[in-house]
């Protein structure tokens, strides 16, 4: 029961809550904009009512059974696509899996890519995206990849430092490389049961 709460706090953490933070920035900076360039507010606040209805979609699928209902009825492929349609970045998926790992495994991938794919719309200024996922002997392996500006830090108190500690958690390995001018490459490695 411990863990599943610990599965839970984290896939709120690095979906919904990630999502909701975006949207708190997103219309502060709208509210700033409001008297000197109201058009670009407009839209602004056009865009943020798009991300409010995608966090409450996100905070339903979690609340029907945690995992997506795309990833629980379709599994991973279909529910990468999925999330790779809502990013701002154009972001091309290739799964390459002969059959589907264990449920909490792709429920960590999924929620590994989701939050990517939101720090790459958010930070990276990315023209494209890419996603590939694979299956090698009994691991998963995950390779996210951007055209953006690099620099992505993976200290404590990150994002990514919380992806960190959950492959931990798994026995599975999340390698960062981020050169300040890009291109970042995050790299992952899960158990496949």
């Known amino acids: 029961a411990a863990a599943d709460l610990r599965r839970i706090e984290r896939d709120l953490h690095d979906g919904a809550q990630a999502r909701l933070v975006a949207l708190a ?10 008297e000197e360039d109201p058009e670009a507010a407009a839209r602004m606040v056009d865009e943020a009512h798009g991300e409010v209805k995608l966090a409450l979609q996100e905070l339903r699928d979690l609340a ?9 009825d379709r599994g991973l492929g279909p529910a990468l696509s999925a999330l790779a ?12 899996l002969p059959q589907r790992p264990a449920p909490a495994i792709e429920g960590i991938a999924y929620f590994t890519v989701s939050e990517l794919l939101q720090n790459i719309s958010k930070h990276s200024g990315a ?3 890419e996603v590939d996922v694979w299956r090698t002997e009994e691991r998963v392996m995950l390779q996210i990849t951007d055209d953006g500006r690099g620099g992505a830090d993976t200290s404590a108190g990150s994002g990514l430092a919380g992806l960190a500690e959950r492959f931990d ?6 390698v960062v490389h981020s050169p300040a001018g890009g291109p970042t490459t995050v790299t992952a490695e899960l158990p496949w049961r």
């Open 169 to 174: 958690a798994v026995d599975g390995v999340l």
């Open 85 to 96: 349609a809502r990013c701002t970045v154009p972001v091309t998926v290739t799964v390459d």
């Open 127 to 129: 023209r494209t995206a």
């Open 64 to 72: 029907r059974g945690i995992h997506p209902a795309i990833l629980t």
């Open 25 to 34: 920035m997103d219309l502060g900076l709208a509210k700033e904009k409001l």
